[in-house]
T-cell receptor, first 111, second 117 residues
Framework: GQQLNQSPQSMFIQEGEDVSMNCTSS?????WLWYKQDPGEGPVLLIA?????ELTSNGRLTAQFGITRKDSFLNISASIPSDVGIYFC???????????FGTGTSLTVIP | DSGVTQTPKHLITATGQRVTLRCSPR?????VYWYQQSLDQGLQFLIQ???????AKGNILERFSAQQFPDLHSELNLSSLELGDSALYFC????????????????FGNGTRLTVT
């Protein structure tokens, strides 16, 4: 099935640095979600976005629903070791029931 | 804790066998989704149920089937298992089926790790 294009695929950063990742598609979405997955566990919801242009924060995390409705961005400020994990975006089209997931961004934070 | 419960946590079985994975959604959620995640892969959508009825189908093999019961718990049945079926199987639930302007997000369980030997 269709997957969203998520980049970068992996990131290695120093503790304290800011992180940016994004998700793009050729289709229009009316909902964007961002998840974090730790090894061997289920994805945990971080942020949900429902309107084009919407900017939502959750602590050090900020996500934006792109104006074109074809992309979304996640920023993490002042990274800490517990930010390590795989981050997934997910989008729901306005024409269907299925949530499409990005391929994931693996984040490694070096203390 | 997401409120979504999956059992068993681990399952080891042989090729050709059949297994059943169980999911209890969050209290109040009517929609259940099943996803497969192979090693170092993303989440592949298998199937969705809403209030007992099949709502959407993804890349689900014919050897696989699912259902949602009146109490809203769901089961995923995998039969004639092959080595390639080894993966993490996740259940997720949401309040609504995802067709309105406000689409409640998915909340995931911790998965069932299936190993086929």
């Amino acid at each position: 099935g269709q997957q969203l294009n998520q980049s970068p695929q992996s990131m290695f950063i120093q503790e304290g640095e800011d992180v940016s990742m994004n998700c793009t598609s050729s289709s229009i979405f009316n909902t964007w979600l961002w998840y974090k997955q730790d090894p061997g566990e289920g994805p945990v919801l971080l942020i949900a976005l429902y309107k084009a242009g919407e900017l939502t924060s959750n602590g050090r995390l900020t996500a934006q629903f792109g104006i074109t409705r074809k992309d979304s961005f996640l920023n993490i400020s002042a990274s800490i070791p517990s930010d390590v994990g795989i981050y997934f975006c997910a989008g729901l089209k306005n024409t269907g029931n299925q949530f499409y997931f990005g391929t994931g961004t693996s984040l490694t934070v070096i203390p | 804790d997401s409120g979504v419960t999956q059992t068993p946590k681990h399952l080891i079985t042989a090729t050709g066998q059949r297994v059943t994975l169980r999911c209890s959604p969050r209290s109040g959620d009517l929609s259940v989704y099943w996803y497969q995640q192979s090693l170092d892969q993303g989440l592949q959508f298998l199937i969705q149920y809403y209030n007992g009825e099949e709502r959407a189908k993804g890349n689900i093999l014919e050897r696989f089937s699912a259902q949602q019961f009146p109490d809203l718990h769901s089961e995923l049945n995998l039969s004639s298992l092959e080595l390639g079926d080894s993966a993490l199987y996740f259940c997720a639930s949401s309040l609504n089926p995802g067709t309105g302007d406000y689409n409640s997000p998915l909340h995931f369980g911790n998965g069932t790790r299936l190993t086929v030997t």
